[in-house]
């Protein structure tokens, strides 16, 4: 007979303590997994119990923040004074920055997976998953799976384009290059096994109902009648729905045998796999029965380890489908966290489907088009992979619905560009102003206040540009000198409050192309002389950042 490990009287101090350590540094809202990190991290002897342990743990937390909800944090402060006040030195004040400890870790590494449907290139919704799973990964030397869900060759089929760019975005956003590739559609031959799997077992079977009929059937709680078919029947079934001469699309699919009286109607014998005719763009018609996303994902997680889930909370249904099915196969379900809506403003709604349409007409450009919210636009438009990684991790992994403006990100954005951006002068509707009088006719002007960068040279022949708005008035000619509205200098230094306005000696025509959501301006102008290559962000005065690229500038934000 084999004892079961109990831990000592002195560990169950430890759980306590730590328990209520952790509660009382966060206001009452302690984390088991922090708590079993901590535990783990110092006791190395308790490792390989930890699934004795964090029942414990989960247990002594609960309790601990229960106490401060109802008797407050200075009961926990009185428990730990007595018994364990070395615990008490830190308190944390303020909630702590970034994310949250990935729970039941349990001193594994993490084993993550973005899984993005390759139906088009990557958007700014796509980065959260990426940052959030990448960032799990890098913390806990774990691991990033990135995986194509590329199984709906119907209502969105794949598009081949995103195999290469998806990768490469990907790689640009997180930092680094995912750990593990995986295509679902190269694998379609286990989550046949498993169908088979699960069809031996006896807890899927073939359904020939029409949809119609089996909502009826889920409606009234009802089993179907072909619930109960034979193993064999159900194999032959099965064999029909692969056979090119058998069931039609829509004929026939597998379903997973739940309970046809659970309370969530989506989860009573939920449908594992359907029949697709029309050709995968990279297999072609090698299958004709294709998972469906909750039963490849759930198979996919299985196979690939994965140990932590971060999805919508809008997929709590999902999670429990497949639970039902790891059940069935006697698998642990990965952890699984929730998050809630982050919805911005400014990229309004927006579907690849609709896009891939728009695209097609000429409506945009391309998939870079400014005005569009893929990465490929953000990262053309000068928004760089820290600034997004910073906005996500920023938010963090509340299941709120929140609603942020594009203003953050850009906040965000100017602290990564700032410093490598070089002042530059851009004249919109450029007006030819003769200056009269003495000033300084060369001489340089700073390029950056914070920086080393070389200063900018300039030479006045006999005259500035400055933009047409700034004419026919007295002005301040930024760091040269005074003049009035027919260019007479008055003054080199500023001699009153009049505006200070940017001009430009020399120069070459531009143009300023600035998308604003679905508007796009184009202001034609004289931009100072300068030798930036193609792809500098530079800072405009009196403008805002802008990207130079080919045949002008493009507006990254001010
Ligand atoms: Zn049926």
Known sequence: ?????????????????????????????????????????????????????????????????????????????????????????????TRREGLPELPNLNGRKPVLRFAPNPNGPLSFGHSRGLVINGQYAKEHDGELILRFDDTDTTVKPPMLEAYDSIPSQQEWLCGFAAHRVVVASERMQHYHDYALKMIEGEFGYVCTCSADDFREFRVSKTECPCRNNSLETNIQNWEKMNHSEGYKPGDAVLRVKTDMTLKNPALRDWPAARIQTNPHPRVGNKWRVWPLLDFQSAIEDHLQGVTHIIRGKDLMDSTRKQTLLYEHFGWNYPETIYWGRVKVHEFGAFSTSQMKKDIAQGVYDGWDDPRLPTLS????????????????????????????????????????????????????????IKLVGEFPKTGQISSHSDTEMPPRKFSIDEGVWIEQTDSGKPIRLKDLCDIDELGNVQSIDRSDKRSVVHWVAGGSPSKLTIANGQDIEIFEGILEDNNYPTGTIVQLERIGYAIIEKDGLLMVHD
Request: with cysteine.
């Open 377 to 432: 636009a953000l990262s053309r438009r000068g928004i760089k992979p820290e600034s997004l990684r910073a906005f996500w991790i920023e938010l963090g992994l509340t299941q709120k619905d929140i609603s942020v403006p594009l203003s953050t990100l850009y906040s965000h954005n100017t602290k990564v560009i700032d410093v490598n951006a070089p002042r530059l002068a851009f004249v919109r509707d450029a007006y030819p």
């Open 1 to 93: 007979m084999c004892m079961v490990w109990q831990p000592d009287e002195s560990t169950l101090d430890l759980i306590r303590h730590l328990a209520l350590q952790n509660s009382y540094q966060y206001d009452g809202k302690g984390q088991a997994g922090s708590v079993i990190s901590r535990i783990m991290g110092s006791r190395a002897d308790l490792r390989q119990h930890g699934k004795v342990i964090a029942p414990l743990v989960a247990k002594e937390v609960s309790k601990a923040n229960s106490m401060a909800e109802s008797s407050g944090l200075e009961s926990i402060r009185d428990i730990l004074e007595n018994e364990a006040p070395e615990l008490l030195e830190k308190r944390v004040q």
